[in-house]
């Protein structure tokens, strides 16, 4: 089972960028999808990005699309979301996920990290 901690959250204004990072565990960090997913306050979990276990392929919420972009590092164990273009309502605690399985990264993965938490200011 990997194990995923995430980092670089933080509080930015709107219009601005932040870059997260989750470092995983395991020597079979290749082998899984990663996701992001977010939990704003008095709302439920959401869906933001997944990627595929090569990078070849990604999926966004289209909350996000065209101003988050997720990738990965293979050799480093790390996913990263780059989040430009930040709007108030993007504020959540961001949560790193992972799952062997293309359908269950984006529902209901195996593996989280404990979250980071990211505010954006108006």
């Known amino acids: 089972q990997v194990q995923l901690v995430e980092s670089g959250g933080g509080l930015v204004q709107a219009g601005g960028s932040l870059r997260l990072s989750c470092a995983a565990s395991?020597?079979?960090?290749?082998?899984?999808?990663l996701a992001w997913f977010r939990q704003a306050p008095g709302k439920e979990r959401e869906f933001v990005a997944a990627i595929t276990w090569s990078g070849g392929s990604t999926y966004y919420a289209d909350s996000v699309k065209g101003r988050f972009t997720i990738s990965r590092d293979n050799a480093k164990n790390t996913v990263y979301l780059q989040m430009n273009s930040l709007k108030p309502e993007d504020t959540a605690v961001y949560y790193c996920?992972?799952?062997?399985?293309?359908?269950?990264?984006?529902?209901?993965?195996?593996?989280w990290g404990q979250g980071t938490q990211v505010t954006v200011s108006s």
């Open positions: 996920a992972a799952d062997r399985s293309w359908g269950l990264v984006q529902t209901t993965p195996s593996a």
């Open positions: 395991g020597r079979t960090f290749s082998s899984y999808d």
